[in-house]
């Protein structure tokens, strides 16, 4: 979007103040007062009624345009006003050409780049939208997603612990992934782990989402609904990607509608959504920047890893001798959830790598950023 008018569309007093000729003030000093008459008010809104000519000033508000005449504001603060039967002010310095005064276009220039595509619109993007006169743009839809967990394990947040069970908590963490990423989330259901009972629930979401996510069930188990019935998904197909957490995955298309087969462990769930699954919705509404922000970062200590493929760590990050240092947030076992509620970011090894050594650098994706208090050592 390229700006329709320039910002701001005029010249406009910075201050609450006098419009003055600066050549008027040229010798003011305390000892050499300069009076002038006051022969307007101008508030903001209205445009001069009238030119200030020598020897003439005008009381002008903030945002109000300058008269015909002036070339500089001098706050009230700067001079005296003085009462009579014809207003005047007294200034006791000289004041520069251009003094306190927006010049139009200053902000923004008729014709240049205001928004470029692609871009996530802030709140200070709307303001500038409004200033514009767009009342209306064209954004990115969000897409709708569905998602379906599986596990006869899995109970709701309410229901109280049985032996071998565990509370679902996946599908609230992915979820509130999905809003925060601007998707519009249809349905949260959960399959259980007979025979047909995850397709059935994936079918299911297929006609109200145009993309589906389902957590569980595609590993290497005896009782992995996703995998025993990816047949029935036309598209569908299992995968081992070289990364840890989240090595056994799905995905599939078809009709132009996208699934997503992520792991069981919270952390592969977590993992996967953030390297392959945001960035793609991101890509889907439109977005040229689809990965959270990067930063540099250094090891705090040794951190084991494996040739062949890339670890993705639960780090924590603390400030320190002009750098970010990154340390695992406890053992990195894909079915601990602590590691990533700690976490202030993923801390990426290379598949090249075998480790990073202390002090060694490498990129990370970041999560959330640290206290900056608590962030020092």
């Not at 005047?88 to 276009?105: D, K, L, N, Q």
């Not at 439109?286 to 951190?303: K, N």
């Amino acid at each position: 979007m390229v700006a329709a008018h320039a910002l701001p569309p005029f010249d406009n007093s910075a201050m609450d103040g006098f419009a003055v000729r600066a050549r008027d003030l040229a010798g003011a000093a305390p000892e050499r007062p300069v009076e002038l008459s006051v022969v307007a008010v101008i508030p903001a809104g209205a445009p001069p009624a009238q030119p200030i000519t020598a020897g003439q000033a005008a009381r002008i508000m903030t945002g109000a345009m300058p008269p015909d005449g002036a070339d500089a504001v001098v706050p009230f603060e700067e001079c005296e006003r003085l009462d009579g039967a014809i207003e005047r002010a007294r200034f006791t310095s000289a004041v520069e050409p251009g003094a306190h005064i927006r010049r139009a276009g200053a902000d923004l220039a008729q014709g240049a780049l205001a928004l470029a595509a692609g871009r996530e619109l802030s709140a200070h993007d709307l303001a500038l939208l409004v200033a514009l006169g767009r009342a209306q743009v064209d954004v990115g839809p969000r897409p709708r997603v569905a998602v379906v967990s599986t596990g006869d394990e899995l109970l709701d947040p309410g229901e109280p612990l049985r032996p071998g069970a565990i509370r679902d908590s996946n599908a609230p963490m992915l979820r509130a992934l999905l809003e925060e990423v601007g998707c519009d989330v249809v349905s949260v259901e959960r399959a259980p782990d007979a025979p047909g009972a995850a397709l059935r629930a994936i079918q299911s979401a297929y006609r109200k989402a145009v993309i589906t996510l389902s957590i569980g069930g595609v590993s290497a188990g005896d009782f992995d609904p996703v995998k025993a019935d990816l047949a029935g998904l036309p598209g569908a197909e299992l995968w081992r990607v070289a990364m840890k957490p989240g090595r056994p995955q799905a995905f599939g298309e078809s009709g132009g509608r996208l699934f997503f087969g992520l792991p069981g462990n919270p952390a592969s769930v977590a993992c996967v959504f953030e390297t392959l699954v945001r960035p793609a919705l991101r890509r889907l509404q439109g977005f040229t920047v689809t990965d959270r922000p990067r930063v540099r970062v250094r090891a705090a200590s040794r951190i084991e890893s494996r040739c062949g493929r890339t670890d993705f760590i639960r780090a924590r990050l603390t400030w320190s001798d002009g750098a970010w240092w990154a340390e695992p947030c406890g053992p990195q076992v894909s079915g601990h959830l602590t590691p990533q509620s700690r976490a202030h970011a993923l801390l990426v090894i290379p598949e090249p790598a075998a480790a990073l050594e202390a002090g060694d650098q490498a990129g990370a994706f970041l999560l959330r950023w640290p206290d900056p208090v608590r962030s020092r050592r």
